[in-house]
């Protein structure tokens, strides 16, 4: 009998909770700063790791899934397990992907788009604004990218258009708004030229700790 890796991750999962007295006492909540350091080590893994950084940390935010449908499986008003996250995500993905499971045609990324947003509207007709499942929670420049991005969707102004922050107007900014404002326009100039703000930022963060490190280790006096 060939055993299912996925499905015995699972029943450990099962077995810890079961029998771990502080998995027991932990429920969604108390888990979230778990996730968020797993998924930040994974992003770590990808982008500045090796190989076998990045398959345990994926494994690590695997178990971070079975860990929060475990502790589904045990509510006593709205109860659903593994299964049905699985099979949901399925279904969901194969309704996003009619040109791959259905008549569709897409023979360009953009034309996959826009069948995935047309897809991803019909499932959330009840909600009423583009801002409807952004979560404030993303990281700040993440958040602006996103949000710079749903305000071209509606024509609302490019932060890029703003009179104040064009080009040789203040290049220095002089109070905390006017940052913010100086910030806003950057993120606005990475969309438009298909950059990640938030991993330009990370990159250039490491090159930094990298030089610190680097200065740290040199015996030189006055360092």
């Not at 279904?91 to 009619?98: A, G, L, N, T």
């Not at 993303?138 to 710079?148: E, G, I, W």
Request: proline content about 6%; glycine content about 4%; some cysteine.
């Amino acid at each position: 009998m060939t055993t299912d890796p996925l499905r015995e991750a699972a029943d450990t999962m099962r077995a810890v909770r079961d029998r771990c007295v502080w998995t027991q006492q932990i429920d969604h909540r108390a888990l979230v700063p778990y996730l968020v350091e797993e998924s930040a080590e994974l992003i770590d893994a990808v982008e500045d790791g090796t190989r076998a950084d990045l398959r345990e940390e994926l494994g690590d935010l695997l178990w971070q899934v079975l860990f929060h449908s475990e502790i589904a499986s045990r509510d006593l008003d709205d109860p659903f397990d593994i299964d049905d996250v699985a099979r949901g995500l399925t279904e969901k993905m194969v309704r996003r992907h009619p040109h791959v499971f259905g008549d569709a045609v897409a023979t360009t990324p953009e034309e996959v788009l826009v069948h995935w947003n047309a897809a991803k509207a019909a499932e959330k007709r009840t909600r009423t604004s583009v801002l409807d499942g952004v979560s404030p929670h993303m990281p700040s420049l993440a958040l602006a990218q996103k949000l710079v991005g749903k305000a071209a969707s509606v024509s609302a102004p490019d932060p890029t258009s703003i009179p104040e922050l064009v080009e040789g107007s203040n290049p220095v900014p002089t109070s905390e708004a006017e940052l913010g404002d100086a910030l806003l326009a950057l993120v606005a100039a990475a969309r438009a030229n298909g950059w990640d703000a938030e991993r330009a930022l990370r990159e250039r963060l490491r090159s930094l700790e990298r030089s610190i490190r680097s200065a740290e280790a040199d015996p030189t006096p006055g360092r």
